[in-house]
């Protein structure tokens, strides 16, 4: 026969779970009325017009297509430049580094730029990136320093995914006769993969909703640039949550800026799906 716990502990125990479900709650409120709100208000406002056009005063359109393709480029460029530093840098801090001084020393740095305000690494930008490389204002700088900005995230995801990695999956490797990399890159990254695709996911996120730090170094030109453009320096470019910015601070246009809002929406939903998607394919 089981005891029964004294009326004042079954009193507490009932008042944390009353708690923690009002806090869960409370927060899957919030998310579904901030969706909900911007759906709402946006939707309507999305037209063809609108995804398929530039903003021209003098042909009187409003449009967000060179917005739309500047954010695709952006987060291309990014994950191109971010994803091999920062899976190289969590595969040496987990299978190579020895000195245990050191690796404190980069997670400590890894740490501090995480912390950093988005503002401050749009002000280095400016002054490293388009002065001082030369770049001007253009969408790679404005990659450059968001992949220095989302670095510390794929660094922190990548390692505690490889640290769940059993350890005899090595050992059984290396008792087979594989090398160190040999082992690193067909056992211990195709185990992990699903740490690398969430870092990959919170990194989109941040590309998609950053703002602060492209004001200062991708500029504010709404010209739809080609491909091999977006490459190229002295090509600004102006991304949908600056475009937002303008037409709703600038401009007062919220009707347009809601639908960005619930655009952006929609492109983060599509672009984690795929990204899920690719980590089930690559881990099988």
């Not at 359109?61 to 952006?74: D, E, K, M, R, S």
């Not at 350890?167 to 992990?192: C, D, F, N």
Request: one cysteine or more; glycine letters at 8%.
């Amino acid at each position: 026969m089981k005891k029964k716990l004294p009326l004042r502990r079954r009193a507490f125990v009932v008042l944390c779970k009353t708690g923690m479900y009002f806090a869960a709650g409370i927060t899957a409120a919030l998310l579904v009325f901030l969706i909900g709100y911007i759906f709402v208000k946006g939707l309507p406002n999305i037209t063809w017009e609108l995804l398929t056009t530039a903003s021209s005063t003098l042909k009187g359109t409003t449009g967000i297509l060179p917005n739309l393709v500047n954010t695709l480029y952006i987060i291309v460029l990014t994950l191109i430049v971010v994803l091999p530093l920062g899976v190289g840098a969590a595969v040496y801090l987990t299978e190579y580094a020895r000195n245990k001084r050191l690796v404190n020393l980069i997670s400590f740095a890894t740490e501090t730029l995480a912390g950093i305000p988005s503002i401050l690494y749009g002000l280095v930008g400016m002054l490293f990136f388009t002065e001082l490389c030369g770049l001007k204002s253009c969408l790679l700088a404005g990659a450059l320093t968001l992949a220095i900005m989302t670095l510390p995230t794929i660094i922190r995801t990548t390692q505690e995914s490889l640290k769940t990695v059993p350890q005899s999956y090595r050992e059984g490797a290396l008792g087979l006769g594989a090398g160190k990399w040999h082992m690193i890159r067909t056992v211990v990254l195709p185990a992990s993969v699903d740490g690398i695709v969430t870092g990959c996911i919170l990194t989109v996120g941040r590309i998609v909703g950053e703002s602060a730090a492209l004001l200062f170094t991708t500029g504010m030109s709404n010209a739809l640039l080609a491909p091999w453009e977006a490459v190229l320096p002295n090509r600004a470019g102006t991304t949908l949550t600056v475009a937002m910015y303008k037409f709703a601070k600038e401009r007062g246009q919220f009707d347009v800026a809601f639908a960005i809002a619930a655009i952006l929406l929609i492109l983060t939903l599509l672009i984690n799906l795929a990204a899920q998607y690719a980590g089930k394919k690559l881990k099988k």
